[in-house]
């Protein structure tokens, strides 16, 4: 696998954690952002998933 390959599933990796509540980019434990930081996912994100 080349290293664009590899960035973009790690990539794919942090969002699907983030739909689920986890942080992805450090233990994928759940995700502990301040609620004012954080966003309401858009229709489209939420049709896809």
């Not at 790690?10 to 004012?36: C, I, K």
């Amino acid at each position: 696998m080349d290293r664009q390959s590899t960035l973009a599933t790690e990539a794919a990796n942090q969002v699907h954690d983030y739909y689920f509540g986890r942080n992805g980019l450090a233990n994928h434990a759940a995700d502990d952002t301040p609620s004012d930081y954080r966003v309401a996912f858009t229709w489209w994100e939420k049709d896809q998933r």
